[in-house]
């Protein structure tokens, strides 16, 4: 309970080193054969393989769009007859109102005798 593996990846026939927390132990040339060596902070990284990486999965394509759109044709959208007035100015409704409603031609709305 009380002991800790130096080395977790020591190999089935060889064994491993235990130490007890706060003893020093001065680790013989077989004990220091199944460490790895120390990093070096001041040694640069080893730049990765490029082969060895998996491509990179493309992300977006146009390929067909332009083809698949002209199939049909590109179509205008179709214009609203009557323009819709929601949120306009009421003052501006009200004016528009009175200004639609007053707007015949000359003969059409007034009464025949």
């Given at each position: 309970?009380?002991f800790q593996p130096?080395?977790?990846?020591?190999?089935?026939?060889?064994?491993?080193?235990?130490?007890?927390?706060?003893?020093?132990?001065?680790?013989?040339?077989?004990?220091?054969?199944?460490?790895?060596?120390?990093?070096?902070?001041?040694?640069?990284?080893?730049?990765?393989?490029?082969?060895?990486?998996?491509?990179?999965?493309?992300?977006?394509?146009?390929?067909?769009?332009?083809?698949?759109?002209?199939?049909?044709?590109?179509?205008?959208?179709?214009?609203?007859?009557?323009?819709?007035?929601?949120g306009m100015d009421?003052?501006?409704?009200?004016?528009?109102?009175?200004?639609?409603?007053?707007?015949?031609?000359?003969?059409?709305?007034?009464?025949?005798?």
């Amino acid at each position: 309970t009380g002991f800790q593996p130096i080395h977790k990846r020591a190999r089935a026939n060889q064994p491993l080193v235990y130490i007890k927390p706060g003893i020093e132990v001065t680790p013989s040339s077989e004990t220091l054969a199944l460490l790895p060596p120390p990093p070096n902070p001041s040694a640069p990284e080893e730049p990765q393989q490029k082969g060895s990486e998996m491509a990179k999965s493309k992300n977006h394509t146009a390929h067909n769009q332009s083809y698949k759109a002209h199939r049909n044709g590109i179509k205008k959208p179709k214009r609203q007859r009557q323009a819709s007035t929601k949120g306009m100015d009421p003052k501006f409704l009200r004016n528009l109102r009175y200004s639609r409603k007053h707007n015949v031609k000359a003969g059409e709305g007034e009464v025949e005798k």
